[in-house]
């Protein structure tokens, strides 16, 4: 009996795949997980997550001239703000901010007015830690910046049509996908961080820091444009 259990127990956890490939290949997995999709989806989340954009570009600004410590709040607000837009979109929930009229224009252009205020903070940022002038985002800031965040939402949509069927059942599926989704992009701005406070030493002399707050400052500018016309 107990041999017997073992054995089922052990056919459960393992699938055999057909001959697709021209020859007879064996695959484990746990509880359904395909997981060459699995691989690939974190990979794609990784890359996705670690590029430049909007929340990468505010994390290394804001360890060069306050330390990796400071961006900790923007983490936060990227990976509650992310992990909450992904399951809704996966739960087909995204409808409700479109049903709501003028909603989705009104977050947009709050998002695009916020980067477009940060990065003019940037631009006259001229020594390090001066809060006087830029201070490092605040967690709601960055959670609420994701709702117009395009290169997010061209992620998470891609996500959402691309990479479902991971797992089984439906949910267990949605709440992978988000789980993996939030943590890349929380181990992206922790490279980011400790990016940018390695640079602080360097950018410590004046001139160089203006400089480098001045590309960041644009940047940011430059990306809420962009934003604005999507």
């Not at 974190?42 to 290394?60: D, E, Q, R, S």
């Not at 609420?144 to 959402?160: S, V, Y």
């Not at 059942?169 to 890349?184: G, K």
Request: glycine fraction near 12%; aromatic fraction near 10%.
């Amino acid at each position: 009996m107990v041999g017997a259990s073992r054995g089922n127990f052990k056919g459960r956890w393992r699938v055999r795949f057909s001959r697709s490939l021209g020859y007879s290949s064996t695959m484990d997995v746990t509880d359904g997980i395909n997981w060459t999709l699995l691989l690939a989806f974190c990979w794609f989340a990784w890359v996705g997550a670690v590029t430049p954009g909007p929340n990468t570009m505010l994390a290394l600004a804001t360890a060069v001239n306050f330390g990796a410590a400071s961006v900790r709040p923007h983490m936060l607000g990227v990976t509650v703000g992310t992990g909450a837009i992904m399951a809704a979109v996966l739960a087909g929930m995204h409808g409700l901010l479109l049903a709501v009229p003028g909603l989705a224009l009104v977050l947009k252009w709050l998002g695009v007015s916020w980067l477009v205020w940060m990065g003019l903070k940037l631009l006259g940022a001229r020594q390090i830690g001066q809060k006087s002038v830029v201070r490092p985002p605040r967690a709601y800031e960055s959670a609420l910046l994701q709702l117009a965040n395009g290169k997010g939402w061209m992620l998470i949509t891609a996500t959402a049509a691309a990479w479902r069927g991971i797992t089984s059942p439906a949910w267990l599926d949605a709440l992978l996908i988000t789980l993996i989704h939030a943590f890349s992009c929380t181990l992206a701005l922790v490279v980011w961080a400790f990016l940018g406070q390695g640079l602080s030493g360097w950018l410590s002399a004046r001139g160089r820091l203006t400089v480098f707050n001045a590309v960041m400052g644009l940047s940011l500018i430059a990306t809420a444009v962009w934003m604005a016309v999507q």
